[in-house]
């Protein structure tokens, strides 16, 4: 006789797990078929909207996120949803980004640098790279493992162990194309997952109103900013980090550039964005929904459980849900991971490994990426079980990218921007960051904030920090002023590697363009026109088309309508 339970699940939610886990896999083997060179491994370029849309998803949408806002509602309240929608006032941008990207023809941001500073400069992108995802890696890893062990009786360790097997398998195989085809898939699952548990949660607590009648303090609970805390100050600061760090994100690129056209990159990216941004909203609701059925329960729960014991709770008691949840769920996390694995191994063996050790067979380039890919994802395990909860490790993934993302906007915008002011604001920027954990800076700062309800100085977990918002200011503004100031004192770049630089950013890519070597105009190609905002200046601002414009505007109406919705659902 069949048993009923099968580590704490009934065997329909085992079987439609296993079901998932196995098909996923053997789709992203198939895909290795498709494997030839580094090129087709890395940056595959083949792709259309709809696939592009659910990669820029699947990519930026994963289940570490929904545990964060849902522990994060669960302490403080609606302002909570800000801890993903930090990036929403970011995604109008996107429009914007995604072709500048697509045109630099590039496999990495790595060969961005190259083709703006020089190999010097993409190799400190590449180690700060990895070591960027690899920590969100681990993050994703942590958080999803607390999911399962809520929901089920698998121990934590195990759960991160048995995703990354998965993962692993196929994305050593086949590459950015197994990645985004099984993106596909799982940003489907990923939508399910994020809704799924919603109502269940709502009925239970008698919905919104239910919800007001029974948490303590509603008015502030219900409040999307909390002075002192998630303010707008918070949110303002924390917004123009992530638009900094965006760009310098390594997996950026897959998702601007792996499309067939610049329109492909940019409805991916942007559109691809903003469904995330509309299941922030549930996974917001259902930390608060938690909030009040813990309190009619008399249970005091940790907030990283908190998702999953929700779906333990209102889930399990349909044979079947609960293993769809949990598929879900490992859809969310397996297609974030695949890509990140892929753009760190991408950076070290084109942006350190390929520049050291030339004139060697693609087989070999190859088989180099795998083993990054493997050693990447081993550090970001090492990171999950380091960390002590979701939040603590998703601030510290806030900080990374920004860092080299102040000299990649320098070199953007400005020509006069150098090498040596590419390193400088980098280190410091990581110098800024260093301090300001450091008590000996900290102790003289308590108290003297200009505004009462935003301190420069924090107690948390009985040590002094900078609060977050003000760390942020101070790393950004001390790597900006030193890119600056020693870029005024050094050897510019050449001109001539300059003009190929601003060429590649401003011209568009041909239909059925085929790319010979990154960072380079295909031969045939002519250079568009310079078109910028002060044509007599040393700035490369370029005047954007109508079709930038509109799209930007687009965005913009979106992430509005998003915002009234979501105030209108949660008002009294």
């Not at 598929?327 to 990140?340: H, I, K, N, P, T």
């Not at 085929?514 to 026109?529: D, H, R």
Request: charged content about 10%.
């Amino acid at each position: 006789m069949l048993a009923t339970q099968i580590f704490g699940m009934h065997w329909l939610d085992a079987a439609v797990l296993a079901a998932y886990l196995v098909g996923i896999t053997v789709l992203g083997l198939w895909m290795a078929r498709r494997v030839h060179s580094t090129a087709d491994f890395f940056m595959p370029r083949r792709f259309g909207k709809a696939m592009m849309i659910m990669h820029g998803f699947g990519t930026g949408t994963h289940s570490d996120q929904a545990v964060n806002v849902a522990a994060k509602t669960y302490t403080v309240g609606l302002s909570g949803i800000w801890y993903q929608w930090l990036w929403l006032f970011c995604t109008p941008f996107y429009w914007l980004i995604a072709p500048v990207m697509r045109r630099f023809r590039a496999t990495t941001t790595g060969d961005v640098f190259v083709a703006r500073f020089g190999p010097s400069v993409a190799m400190l992108f590449a180690v700060i790279g990895m070591f960027d995802l690899m920590i969100k890696l681990g993050t994703m890893l942590k958080a999803s493992s607390a999911v399962i062990a809520a929901s089920t009786s698998f121990d934590e360790h195990v759960a991160v162990a048995g995703m990354t097997v998965m993962f692993v398998l196929y994305g050593m195989a086949g590459g950015l194309s197994a990645a985004i085809v099984t993106d596909f898939i799982q940003g489907v699952l990923t939508i399910v997952f994020s809704f799924l548990l919603l109502p269940f949660v709502l009925s239970a607590v008698g919905g919104m109103t239910g919800i007001r009648q029974t948490v303590p303090d509603p008015k502030g609970m219900f409040s999307l900013v909390a002075p002192g805390g998630i303010g707008v100050f918070y949110v303002a600061i924390i917004a123009f980090n992530a638009l900094v760090g965006i760009v310098t994100q390594p997996h950026t690129m897959g998702n601007c550039a792996a499309g067939r056209t610049e329109t492909d990159g940019r409805i991916g990216f942007m559109v691809g964005s903003l469904l995330k941004r509309f299941c922030t909203v549930a996974w917001c609701l259902t930390g608060l929904a938690a909030v009040a059925y813990f309190i009619q329960q008399d249970q005091t729960v940790e907030a990283d459980a908190v998702y999953g014991l929700m779906a333990k709770t209102f889930l399990a008691v349909v044979p079947g849900l609960l293993g769809i949840f949990l598929a879900a769920l490992l859809a969310s996390v397996m297609s974030s991971c695949d890509s990140f694995m892929l753009a760190s191994s991408a950076l070290f063996t084109e942006n350190v490994y390929r520049p050291l050790v030339k004139g060697r067979s693609e087989r070999h380039y190859l088989t180099v990426g795998r083993i990054t890919a493997l050693v990447v994802v081993a550090g970001g395990v090492v990171f999950a079980y380091w960390v002590r909860d979701v939040i603590e490790a998703l601030e510290i993934f806030w900080k990374i990218s920004p860092m080299m993302g102040i000299a990649f906007w320098l070199g953007l915008f400005w020509r006069r921007t150098t090498v040596a002011g590419a390193w400088a604001a980098t280190l410091a920027a990581l110098g800024a960051w260093w301090l300001s954990t450091q008590a000996f800076f900290l102790a003289p700062l308590q108290g003297a904030s200009p505004w009462a309800d935003v301190p420069f100085v924090v107690l948390k977990n009985g040590s002094l920090e900078m609060f977050l918002p003000w760390q942020m200011v101070f790393y950004l503004s001390v790597g900006l002023a030193a890119g600056i100031l020693v870029s005024l004192f050094t050897r510019p770049v050449d001109k001539e590697k300059l003009d190929r630089f601003y060429e590649l950013a401003r011209t568009p890519v041909a239909s059925g363009e085929q790319i010979a070597q990154p960072c380079m105009l295909p031969a045939g190609v002519t250079p568009a026109p310079r078109r910028v905002l002060l044509p007599n200046s040393s700035f490369e601002i370029p005047i954007p088309s109508w079709t930038s414009i509109l799209g930007f505007l687009a965005g913009w109406a979106v992430v509005g309508g998003i915002i009234y919705g979501f105030i209108a659902i949660t008002a009294p």
